[in-house]
C-alpha cells in the first residue's frame, strides 16, 4: 500500500505516531514517583559518598546539615514571596515552608570531614568515609 | 506520602505530538511565582542548576520565552546510588499582555531562581470614536 493513497483521501496517517505515543507512555514509567522534599541524588564511591539536592532560593545559611553515624539530615526552609498591599499573586506555583530530609548512607561518615557547597542554587554534600570503618589491608606473615 | 509533597516535585516539560528537542537530555517546566504590583508584574521561577550565563530571557512578538539550560554535574569515579530528582533544561512561554513596557524588561538571577520584572507601560489610553449623525 502506498501512503499516498491515503494521502488523497485527506487520511494523512503518520506511520509512527502509534509507535511514538506507546514509547511516551512506556518511557515514563521510569520517572520517579513521590518522593520526600527535597528530592536528592546520591552517589557513592568507596571511600566517599556525594549528595545532591535542588533548592533554589533557599539562603546558605538556612541550610543546616548535620551527620550521626550513618545518618544525614538536612534541614531549612524557604519564604514564601511577601505581598505588600495592593499586590496580589496571580500563580503561585513554587513551594515554601520547612523541610527535614533524613538518608542513611551505606557507611559511616567521618563528620569532621564533611564538605558542603551551595551552587546555583543546587547543594552539594561531600561526605567521607569514616576512618575507623575504612577496610584495612592485612598482610600476612609466613612463619 | 502527603499531596503537598507530590506538588513539588518536577514536572517534565509535555513536548508536542511530534515535537523533538535538538539537544538531548530532559526538559522541565520551571515553577513558577507571578505576582502583579502596583507599576509592574513579577515573574519568578526556581532554576537550580542555571545561572546568569546559562538562562535566555528572549521576547518575540506577545511571547516571552525563559530558557536554563543546566550542564549536569557528575562525580567522578562515583556510581549513582540514589536518583530521586532528575537534570535537564528549563523552558516556559508566557504571553504578554499590551500593558508591559517592551523596552525595559529586566531580569536576575540568584541562587537558582530567575526573577523577571516586567514595568507597566504607559496605559493603553481608550480612544473614543466620536459618531457623527448622518445627514
Same mark, same amino acid.
Do not use: C
Given at each position: ?30 520517572? $520517579?514517583?513521590?518522593? !520526600? ?14 549528595? &545532591?539536592?535542588?533548592? $533554589?532560593?533557599? *539562603? ?26 495592593? !499586590? ?9 515552608? @520547612? ?6 548512607? $551505606? ?8 564538605? *558542603? ?27 | ?7 513539588? @516535585? ?19 517546566? $520551571?515553577?513558577?511565582?507571578?505576582? =502583579? ?15 546568569? &550565563? ?8 506577545? =511571547? ?19 536518583? =530521586? ?11 504578554? &499582555? ?31 470614536? *466620536?459618531?457623527?449623525? !448622518?445627514?
Amino acid at each position: 500500500m502506498l501512503w499516498s493513497d491515503l494521502e488523497r483521501f485527506g487520511l494523512a496517517l503518520d506511520p509512527w505516531r502509534d509507535f511514538e505515543r506507546v514509547n511516551r507512555a512506556l518511557t515514563g514509567w521510569n520517572a $520517579p514517583t513521590s518522593v !520526600e522534599f527535597p528530592a536528592v541524588n546520591v552517589w557513592v564511591a568507596e571511600n566517599n559518598a556525594v549528595v &545532591t539536592s535542588e533548592l $533554589p532560593g533557599v *539562603a546558605p545559611e538556612d541550610i543546616d546539615i548535620s551527620v550521626a553515624g550513618k545518618t544525614l539530615t538536612i534541614r531549612g526552609s524557604r519564604k514564601s514571596e511577601e505581598l505588600k498591599e495592593g !499586590e496580589s499573586f496571580h500563580r503561585r506555583e513554587r513551594w515554601h515552608g @520547612q523541610f527535614t530530609k533524613t538518608l542513611e548512607m $551505606p557507611f559511616s561518615i567521618e563528620s569532621g570531614k564533611v564538605e *558542603a557547597k551551595f551552587v546555583k542554587g543546587v547543594l552539594n554534600i561531600a561526605l567521607p568515609r569514616a576512618e575507623a570503618e575504612k577496610p584495612r589491608k592485612i598482610s600476612v606473615i609466613s612463619v | 506520602m502527603s499531596e503537598a509533597a507530590k506538588e513539588v @516535585q518536577k514536572k517534565e516539560a509535555t513536548t508536542t505530538e511530534k515535537g523533538e528537542h535538538t539537544r538531548a537530555g530532559r526538559v522541565y517546566t $520551571p515553577a513558577v511565582d507571578i505576582i =502583579e504590583r502596583k507599576d509592574d508584574i513579577i515573574v519568578i521561577a526556581d532554576m537550580p542548576g542555571a545561572d546568569e &550565563t546559562s538562562v535566555d530571557v528572549t521576547l518575540e512578538k506577545n =511571547e516571552l520565552t525563559i530558557y536554563g539550560k543546566v550542564e549536569p554535574e557528575v562525580p567522578e569515579k562515583h556510581a549513582l546510588h540514589l536518583t =530521586e530528582y532528575g537534570i535537564g533544561d528549563y523552558k516556559r512561554t508566557f504571553t504578554l &499582555t499590551e500593558e508591559v513596557d517592551r523596552n525595559n524588561i529586566q531580569a536576575t538571577v540568584k541562587n537558582g531562581v530567575l526573577r523577571i520584572i516586567l514595568p507597566k507601560g504607559e496605559a493603553v489610553k481608550t480612544r473614543k470614536i *466620536a459618531v457623527r449623525a !448622518e445627514t
